[in-house]
Each structure stands twice: as structure tokens, then as C-alpha cells.
T-cell receptor, first 112, second 116 residues
Framework: DAKTTQPPSMDCAEGRAANLPCNHSTISGNEYVYWYRQIHSQGPQYIIHGLKNNETNEMASLIITEDRKSSTWILPHATLRDTAVYYCIVRVAVDYGQNFVFGPGTRLSVLP | NAGVTQTPKFRVLKTGQSMTLLCAQDMNHEYMYWYRQDPGMGLRLIHYSVGEGTTAKGEVPDGYNVSRLKKQNFLLGLESAAPSQTSVYFC???????????????FGDGTRLSIL
């Protein structure tokens, strides 16, 4: 599976947009990009995933570049409750289960 | 709908003791997984199962055994606990749609295990 690179930490003011980048320059054509977050002491929470098109759900948007070498997860209006570690994962979808590889992620701090 | 439920939530063991962690999911998912997370690190896959009666090794399987006797349950066993197994253990499950294996994993809230 392709490796991802994320900044170790980011700050964002409450009410402003948070833009979390992820580099996956070695991604292959059949690998999906997934985003999860982990709020202190809780289990990872699935946020969104996509292959090559931009995706949007009730929480945020995932923007994948045309060459698919990088992506950005955008939270339009951050709140204090969004303070968490955010993980970007790439994974090929194959028929033996998806053993996601979680790296260190980005620790997002939403500041009042 | 409870999702993925892990029991117990906390446990303290002495070196050499054995125990079993239980994971139950009510989403009728085919795939289930056990991960461990150590302080300041990401999750590492221990074992996983692609269906009832089947299991497979992940990245860090040594010292653990698993069983999937029922589709909704996935058990993680420590036969002889060691201090190096002090960690937070997460269970996850995912749906396997025909021809589409890109479904995300859904996690429980973890079991915090300390081995003295």
C-alpha cells in the first residue's frame, strides 16, 4: 500500500476552515484515500473516502488532486469538539479484508 | 444500533495471566479486525477475519490468538500476558459488498489493558 505523509500538527481558529493536507505520491490506480479521526481516548471514527473524484458528506469535503498524488480534507467551520488526530490512509480494495495502516496522523488543535 | 462493542473497557493483569477480549458488532459485517495502539503511535493490525470460522495474521500477531465462531463476534486472546502487551486494543468491522471492497472500517471504543 502507498505511504502517506501528513504534517504532525496544525492549529485552527474556532469557526474557521481547517484544511488538512496529505501526500500520497506513490498511490496506485486502484487505491482509495480514507480519512479517519481519533478524539482522545475514543476509537477511530470514519470520516470520508474517495478514489479520484472529490467527495462531500455532512461533515466535510475531500479534495483529491487530478494526479491523485495528494489530497486535502476540508472542515468548513471547525469547532472545539473537532480537536483530534486526523489520519489519512490509502488502501487498495481487495478481497481479503482491508488492513488499514494508521500512521501518526495530524494532531489538529481548534483554538477558541 | 450499538455498532462495535468491546468488553471489557479496562483491565489490569499480572504477567503470565491469560484473558480474552470480546468484540461484538451488530451491523452484519463480514470482516472484523483487532488492532493495538501504543502511546504516540498509530494503530497496528494484530489479526483479522474475513468471515465466520476464518482468521489471518496481521502485522503484529505474536503472543495473541483469535477466534471467530460467530459472524458477529471476534475474540482476542492473550495466553500468557507480558508487559510489552500493555496497550489499547481496538476492534473494527467492515462490510464486504459484492464487487466492492472499498468499504470503510468502523471501530469500537477500545479496551485499555495494563500488564504488571
Amino acid at each position: 500500500d502507498a505511504k502517506t505523509t501528513q504534517p504532525p500538527s496544525m492549529d485552527c481558529a474556532e469557526g474557521r476552515a481547517a484544511n488538512l493536507p496529505c501526500n500520497h505520491s506513490t498511490i496506485s490506480g486502484n487505491e482509495y484515500v480514507y480519512w479517519y479521526r481519533q478524539i482522545h481516548s475514543q476509537g477511530p471514527q470514519y470520516i470520508i473516502h474517495g478514489l479520484k473524484n472529490n467527495e462531500t458528506n455532512e461533515m466535510a469535503s475531500l479534495i483529491i488532486t487530478e494526479d491523485r498524488k495528494s489530497s486535502t480534507w476540508i472542515l468548513p467551520h471547525a469547532t472545539l469538539r473537532d480537536t483530534a488526530v486526523y489520519y489519512c490512509i490509502v488502501r487498495v480494495a481487495v478481497d481479503y479484508g482491508q488492513n488499514f495502516v494508521f500512521g501518526p496522523g495530524t494532531r489538529l488543535s481548534v483554538l477558541p | 444500533n450499538a455498532g462495535v462493542t468491546q468488553t471489557p473497557k479496562f483491565r489490569v493483569l499480572k504477567t503470565g495471566q491469560s484473558m480474552t477480549l470480546l468484540c461484538a458488532q451488530d451491523m452484519n459485517h463480514e470482516y472484523m479486525y483487532w488492532y493495538r495502539q501504543d502511546p504516540g503511535m498509530g494503530l497496528r493490525l494484530i489479526h483479522y477475519s474475513v468471515g465466520e470460522g476464518t482468521t489471518a495474521k496481521g502485522e503484529v500477531p505474536d503472543g495473541y490468538n483469535v477466534s471467530r465462531l460467530k459472524k458477529q463476534n471476534f475474540l482476542l486472546g492473550l495466553e500468557s500476558a507480558a508487559p510489552s502487551q500493555t496497550s489499547v486494543y481496538f476492534c473494527a468491522s467492515s462490510y464486504a459488498a459484492d464487487g466492492a471492497y472499498n468499504q470503510p472500517q468502523h471501530f469500537g471504543d477500545g479496551t485499555r489493558l495494563s500488564i504488571l
